[in-house]
T-cell receptor, first 113, second 116 residues
Framework: NAGVMQNPRHLVRRRGQEARLRCSPM?????VYWYRQLPEEGLKFMVY????????ESGMPKERFSAEFPKEGPSILRIQQVVRGDSAAYFC???????????FGSGTRLTVV | AQTVTQSQPEMSVQEAETVTLSCTYD???????LFWYKQPPSRQMILVIR??????QNATENRFSVNFQKAAKSFSLKISDSQLGDAAMYFC?????????????FGQGTRLTINP
C-alpha cells in the first residue's frame, strides 16, 4: 500500500499562473480532504470530497480555488491566477469512510514568485 | 465553531527526560475525537495518538500518553524517555463526530527540541 501520494512535491509558479495539485488516496479510500499550511502555522481545512461530490467546502476561498475528485483518477486542487499569498504547503489526506483515521500525504509546497 | 489552542510555541527537553505539551479546545459537542500529530522536517504528518471523548481512560502508545480532562477541555501529550527522533512540530487536533463535519481543526503547533 503506497499511502497517500501527492505530486508534485514542490511547485513554483509565477503570479497569474495556474497551479494544479494532485492527490491519489490510499487504495480503498473514497474520502479526500485538503488542508493548507502557512509557514509556522497549523493546518487549515479547505475542502472535503467523496467520489464526484464535494461534501464540505467551508474552508475554500470563494475565488480562484476549486477542487474535484472524479470517479477515476486523483483528486485535484486547482488554484487559478496564483498570488504570493497562495504560497504554502498543501496537504491531502484520505480515509475509507467516516472512521476517525486519516492518512496524510507528504504535501505539495507551492511557491509563487 | 470549535477552536484548538496550543499555548507553548516552543519547548525543549533533555534527551531521556519527560516533557508535556499542552492543548486546550473549545466545543459545545459532547462526543468527538482528539489527536496529536507530529510533523518532522520532512513535512509528513504522522499520527502520534488519538482519544475518543467518550472514553475516560487516557490513551497510551508506547512512550506517548495523554492526559484528557474533558470537563476542563484539556488534552496534553506526555512524551517519556525523550529521544532525538522526537524533535518535531507537534499539533493537537479536534474532530467532530457530526455527519459531514469530519474535518480536523488544528492548533498552532509546538516546536519540540531535544537536547542531547
Amino acid at each position: 500500500n503506497a499511502g497517500v501520494m501527492q505530486n508534485p512535491r514542490h511547485l513554483v509558479r509565477r503570479r497569474g499562473q495556474e497551479a494544479r495539485l494532485r492527490c491519489s488516496p490510499m487504495k480503498g479510500h473514497s474520502h479526500v480532504y485538503w488542508y493548507r499550511q502557512l509557514p509556522e502555522e497549523g493546518l487549515k481545512f479547505m475542502v472535503y470530497l467523496q467520489k464526484e461530490n464535494i461534501i464540505d467546502e467551508s474552508g475554500m476561498p470563494k475565488e480562484r480555488f476549486s477542487a474535484e475528485f472524479p470517479k477515476e483518477g486523483p483528486s485535484i486542487l486547482r488554484i487559478q491566477q496564483v498570488v504570493r499569498g497562495d504560497s504554502a504547503a498543501y496537504f491531502c489526506a484520505s480515509s475509507p469512510g467516516s472512521s476517525y483515521g486519516y492518512t496524510f500525504g507528504s504535501g505539495t509546497r507551492l511557491t509563487v514568485v | 465553531a470549535q477552536t484548538v489552542t496550543q499555548s507553548q510555541p516552543e519547548m525543549s527537553v533533555q534527551e531521556a527526560e519527560t516533557v508535556t505539551l499542552s492543548c486546550t479546545y473549545d466545543t459545545s459537542e459532547s462526543d468527538y475525537y482528539l489527536f496529536w500529530y507530529k510533523q518532522p522536517p520532512s513535512r509528513q504528518m504522522i499520527l502520534v495518538i488519538r482519544q475518543e471523548a467518550y472514553k475516560q481512560q487516557n490513551a497510551t502508545e508506547n512512550r506517548f500518553s495523554v492526559n484528557f480532562q474533558k470537563a476542563a477541555k484539556s488534552f496534553s501529550l506526555k512524551i517519556s524517555d525523550s529521544q532525538l527522533g522526537d524533535a518535531a512540530m507537534y499539533f493537537c487536533a479536534y474532530r467532530s463526530l457530526l455527519q459531514g463535519a469530519q474535518k480536523l481543526v488544528f492548533g498552532q503547533g509546538t516546536r519540540l527540541t531535544i537536547n542531547p
